[in-house]
């Protein structure tokens, strides 16, 4: 049986489980419970709670690999530890927050980091270098890529805004990506603070899965995000939120704070879903 | 005493040890000499070895850090003292090819990581998310920000070369981090590969430090580039050779080998910087 591509795995999780939250996994050691911080190796006993106690409403889990570098090499090594748990004992997809791109062959140890020996399902990548810079990743069919496009930061429009022929140059990159996605494994990061270009990328890439970050501690607007980033099927989209579910609460009953704030998230997103459905 | 700037340390740096050069660690697990692999620290003991062998014609080394993660928790320890008997054993400055970008408080990780862990004392970062992003960074004078603006690709201009009201996106990105450039701290990465691109990035910020790849395996024209990239007094270039240097033998020899690579880099540099002011 052929391998099947990261767009079809992502697909048959979202069904699977009836959601389309992604649960960011960025522990911040100032923000660890007491309780966790006194664990022999906290951020992993972190991220095994966090992840058993929301799983029943995460279609994936989105480390951001910056704070795990920012912990030193025990940092990374709960990193991948975390993703190995997760594989084991859940069906959900792993994305790295990793925001690579570099030329050729230095891509291609990238790819072999993140890939293959942190065993994530999926990345995301910046496009600036251009398309043969990610060679290396795009190369993997059953690994998704989802490529910067309308980040969420207040001044993401200072490049992606800027006009390329009458058009922003986000929708040059969603089109390129368009075209970088012969093997079924690309998607694209945009941020729920920007509804009306979300849209836009919708309207550009009609079928492409998209991340979009930005509607929790970001606050950005969940239902106009949800309406203007789903495909022609109610589906399409990984909502995905990070700190405002992880420290719900800072007591020892984080884990199920991080549940609720999870079941609550994932109704919302569930909701605008079927308010779209039946307004359109 | 104020802390001197970025830009100050580099120039003291380069005028002291008379090099314009920057010798890249990108250690490949392949190409390590047999010897080496049977140290018990392979990567820091051929590090260790280059850094000995080059530093007299070494204004800079550039650990690409991909390759130092490609190798796992291990590598970014290496990676770590590699950094660390550098600023014991040497004079010559750090600069960290990361290639790095996200929004605020995860760049603030990015930049603990990089600048505070591993102690280097330069990073090269990503433009697309916009300056807001790299705040992080550049809040920090004494350490430099060296921001992609025209790669070495054969693809760079995939984005790179788009027409934004009737100029190429990548001399945007040069103006603006010319704008960010308020604490004497950053530079732009431009590739060797492409002078005439070199050329015109020269002409729209007259006084920045250019970080130049691509002479040594990727074949840039030397005396082209250094033409093309040096400021009004002959300096403000950083030209890296990384394969060309650390794998100039393959056998017991390849620390003189990498010694005798990188002083006729540097010769060859300084002849084309007397060659251009001789006919300026």
Known sequence: MEKMSFAERLLERGRGCNSLL??????????LPEAIRREPDPVLAFNRAVVEATVPWACAFKPNIAFYEALGPAGLEALRRTIAFIHRQTEALVIIDAKRAD???????YARALFDLLETDAVTLNPYLGGDALGPFLKRPEKGCFILCRTSNPGA?????????GRPLYLVVAERVRQWNERGNCGLVVGATFPEELAQVRATCPGMPLLIPGVGAQQGDLAR??????????E???VNASRSI???SSGSDFAEAAARAARELCEAIQAARSREQRSG
């Open 22 to 31: 992604c649960v960011g996994l960025d522990p911040v050691w100032e923000r």
């Open 103 to 109: 030329v050729g062959h230095t891509a291609a140890a």
């Open 225 to 234: 995000a949800v309406q203007a980033g789903m495909d022609g099927r109610g």
């Open 246 to 248: 992880l420290y719900a």
């Open 236 to 238: 399409g989209i990984l």
């Open 157 to 165: 429009g200072e490049f992606q805004d800027l006009p390329v022929n």
